[in-house]
Nanobody, 115 residues
Framework: QVQLVESGGGLVQVGGSLRLSCAAS????????MGWYRQAPGKQRELVAS?????GTNYADSVKGRFTISRENALVYLQMNSLKPEDTAVYYC???????????WGQGTQVTVST
């Protein structure tokens, strides 16, 4: 199994920056891609960014040019710049494993962007 622990969320003003971190433990060699999702109140969870084992990245259109995902061994980061109020959400780390045939999720970290 894989365990994920996020950190780095908080309250920031519009235009500010935050860096989220996610530490994976357990069967980390079974992890393929990792990613960040977010869920705002009353909305569905959506993909923010993902990164493959080889380093290929994918971003939601709404965060392109502002967010950067990176990965270092069992750690994945999300650097968020030029934050907007609409970025306010609970951010979840995800690890996909084809070996286990499932995705693993962290507990989430709140990001609030104030005006």
């Amino acid at each position: 199994q894989v365990q994920l622990v996020e950190s780095g969320g908080g309250l920031v003003q519009v235009g500010g920056s935050l860096r989220l971190s996610c530490a994976a433990s357990g069967s980390i060699l079974m992890i393929n891609s990792m990613g960040w999702y977010r869920q705002a109140p009353g909305k569905q969870r959506e993909l923010v960014a993902s990164i493959s084992r080889s380093g290929g990245t994918n971003y939601a259109d709404s965060v392109k040019g502002r967010f950067t995902i990176s990965r270092e061994n069992a750690l994945v980061y999300l650097q968020m710049n030029s934050l907007k109020p609409e970025d306010t959400a609970v951010y979840y780390c995800m690890a996909a494993s084809t070996s286990y045939g499932r995705d693993f999720w962290g507990q989430g970290t709140q990001v609030t962007v104030s005006t």
